[in-house]
Antibody, heavy 120, light 107 residues
Framework: EVQLLESGGGLVQPGGSLRLSCAAS????????MSWVRQAPGKGLEWVSA????????YYADSVKGRFTISRDTSKNTLFLQMISLRAEDTAVYYC?????????????WGQGTLVTVSS | DIQMTQSPSSLSASVGDRVTITCQAS??????LSWYQQKPGKAPKLLIY???NLETGVPSRFSGSGSGTDFTFTISSLQPEDIATYYC?????????FGQGTKLEIK
């Protein structure tokens, strides 16, 4: 069974940093692209970032480009999202999602999410 | 960026009704479109991928169709457990984008 468990969310001040993690199990992590999708309170889904199966290619939404960095550690079956220069509008539940073997893919499975709150 | 225009934003229907949601892309997306169901406080769940393929284990009352820029999601006979918000999602061109969502309620 595919399991994705996010962690690392919390309260951070504007301009601060946070690193989210997503521990993956139940599939061959190194064979699948992964993504982060966020959802602001009471709002819809917003795609944030994606990384290819190999980790060689990364993609970002314009709203986070230059501030967020996606990465993966195959030895630990873990996906990361490093976030810096956080803004109030980054407040959201952040979900990690399992893609397909190619970066252009639907999302087979989602974690339960971790809440990031940016506020002073 | 590709804009995904989803309609309606909300919908009230009776148990047993046929429900249809549409999603229009601002440019062709090669049928790289999926549909998700999200219940309150839960993560989204994949229902349809590549515009018309039903994910394993998803009830057959759910279906998807369309091509190019115009796509449709249908529930053939609404059940009480289908109350949720539904999203379309294009994964053809980065940045991948979602529709605004359709909140489905029981009448």
């Amino acid at each position: 069974e595919v399991q994705l468990l996010e962690s690392g969310g919390g309260l951070v001040q504007p301009g601060g940093s946070l690193r989210l993690s997503c521990a993956a199990s139940g599939f061959t992590f190194s064979s699948y692209a992964m993504s982060w999708v966020r959802q602001a309170p009471g709002k819809g889904l917003e795609w944030v970032s994606a990384i290819s199966a190999s980790g060689a290619s990364t993609y970002y939404a314009d709203s986070v480009k230059g501030r967020f960095t996606i990465s993966r550690d195959t030895s630990k079956n873990t996906l990361f999202l490093q976030m810096i220069s956080l803004r109030a509008e980054d407040t959201a539940v952040y979900y990690c999602a399992k893609g397909g073997q190619y970066s252009s893919s639907w999302y087979y499975a989602w974690g339960q999410g971790t809440l990031v709150t940016v506020s002073s | 960026d590709i804009q995904m225009t989803q309609s309606p934003s909300s919908l009230s229907a009776s148990v047993g009704d046929r429900v249809t949601i549409t999603c229009q892309a601002s440019q062709g997306i090669n049928n790289y479109l999926s549909w998700y169901q999200q219940k309150p406080g839960k993560a989204p769940k994949l229902l349809i991928y590549d515009a018309s393929n039903l994910e394993t284990g998803v009830p057959s009352r759910f279906s998807g169709s369309g091509s190019g820029t115009d796509f449709t999601f249908t529930i053939s006979s609404l059940q009480p457990e289908d109350i949720a918000t539904y999203y379309c999602h294009q994964y053809d061109i980065v940045p991948y984008t979602f529709g605004q969502g359709t909140k489905l309620e029981i009448k």
